[in-house]
């Protein structure tokens, strides 16, 4: 099993641009995270979706922050515009229904906005 | 990935000596409980789960205790490795039908060779 897969692994991009992050949740799982991960905060939860439906959105930070699950295999986090602050790590994680409340993270995307 | 820096509470043991990471919960209603590990440029990774029916799982080198009268949760690592230098969190679910996970803020471990 591959895992969690995220992309890309490193952005950089400057204050004011779009950027999309990309998950692939584990095969077979139904329930994708996303979440935001910096010193001052901690591992925070933005949303989360299950059987591709988005089920709670209360993290995430501000209207600037969108995300979708077009289908079982594929999310996808926006932000737009990109702002100095929103610079930090955001994981992927998914779990199976059924299994318990364990959830597999990605290998993350450390965002960085200049 | 990268985990939370340097502010954060840092255990440092000699290898091959037990170590012990603490974590204080506040959700009464929560009744599940997961450590994970989280190395250098990784995402975090399961190590153990304990339901609130329980006060004790132990693991391969790993046994996690949880007291739920005082809200504790201890992860307790035998002859410990400089592989397991990293940062543990605990997680804890919301005690409702939801599957969020609550993390806390971790916890460094270090290992002295």
């Known amino acids: 099993d591959a895992g969690v897969i995220q992309s890309p692994r490193h952005e950089v991009t400057e204050m004011g641009q779009e950027v999309t992050l990309r998950c692939k949740p584990i095969?077979?799982?139904?329930?994708l995270f996303w979440y935001r991960q910096t010193m001052m905060r901690g591992l925070e939860l933005l949303i989360y979706?299950?059987?591709?439906?988005?089920?709670?959105d209360s993290g995430m930070p501000e209207d600037r922050f969108s995300a979708k699950m077009p289908n079982a295999s594929f999310s996808t986090l926006k932000i737009q515009p990109s702002e100095p602050r929103d610079s930090a790590v955001y994981f992927c994680?998914?779990?199976?229904?059924?299994?318990?409340?364990?959830?597999?993270f990605g290998p993350g995307t450390r965002l960085t906005v200049t | 990935g990268e985990s939370v820096g340097l502010h954060l509470p840092t255990l440092s043991v000699q290898e091959g000596d037990n170590s012990i990471i603490n974590c204080a919960y506040s959700?009464?209603?929560?009744?599940?409980f997961i450590w994970y590990k989280q190395e250098s440029g990784k995402g975090p990774q399961f190590i153990i789960d304990?339901?609130?029916?329980?006060d004790k799982r132990q693991g391969q080198r790993v046994t996690v205790l949880l007291n739920k009268t005082v809200k504790h949760l201890s992860l307790q690592i035998a002859a410990t490795q400089p592989g397991d230098s990293a940062v543990y969190f605990c997680?804890?679910?919301?005690?409702?039908?939801?599957?969020?996970?609550?993390f806390g803020s971790g916890t460094r471990l270090l290992v002295r060779p």
């Open positions: 994680a998914s779990r199976r229904t059924g299994v318990a409340y364990e959830q597999y």
């Open positions: 095969s077979g799982h139904n329930s």
């Open positions: 979706f299950n059987n591709n439906v988005p089920i709670d």
């Open positions: 959700n009464s209603a929560s009744d599940y």
């Open positions: 304990i339901r609130s029916n329980m």
């Open positions: 997680a804890e679910n919301m005690g409702d039908s939801s599957y969020k996970l609550i």
